[in-house]
């Protein structure tokens, strides 16, 4: 099912996407919000990069954040590779953005091997339980 967010990102239907964060996301955009998006440095996003270098990489991270400062910016992405998405001002995100095809993915992101919910610095903090969840 396609689906758009109130015409956020206009004429680009969402494939996939988490209700919650999506509207987390047309929020700031909607605000006005300055927003980042930083690449997800992983074998997954890409595979040719030797692990040394993406660790290199991730050292320096501040130099690969992106501006965005309005919906079409977002299809500017890099085709493929997922990237943390938050407002320039804050320092953690569980907003995962990328562009596949043409079209603007809005995601949440789970580890693969706990099925926790993971953010840019690698916890999650539940306000429900007042508990860290460790993704490591």
């Not at 680009?12 to 955009?29: I, K, N, S, T, Y």
């Not at 909607?30 to 690449?39: N, Q, R």
């Not at 290199?56 to 400062?69: E, F, G, K, N, T």
């Not at 580890?111 to 690698?122: A, N, Y």
Request: aromatic share 6%; proline share 9%.
């Amino acid at each position: 099912m396609n689906t758009t967010i109130d015409s956020t990102i206009p004429g680009q239907p969402l494939a996939f996407h988490d209700p919650e964060v999506a509207q987390r996301v047309q929020g700031w955009l909607g605000g006005g919000k300055p927003l980042v998006w930083i690449p997800i440095l992983s074998l997954e996003n890409f595979p040719d990069t030797p692990p040394e270098i993406l660790h290199w990489l991730d050292s320096r991270q501040a130099a690969l954040h992106v501006p965005i400062s309005e919906p079409a910016d977002l299809l500017r992405m890099p085709e493929g590779v997922t990237g943390w998405l938050m407002p320039a001002d804050e320092v953690d995100t569980d907003v995962a953005c990328g562009v596949w095809n043409g079209e603007v993915y809005i995601l949440g992101v789970k580890d693969k091997r706990t099925g926790h919910k993971q953010t840019l610095l690698g916890e999650r903090f539940e306000a429900a339980t007042g508990q860290i969840d460790d993704c490591q």
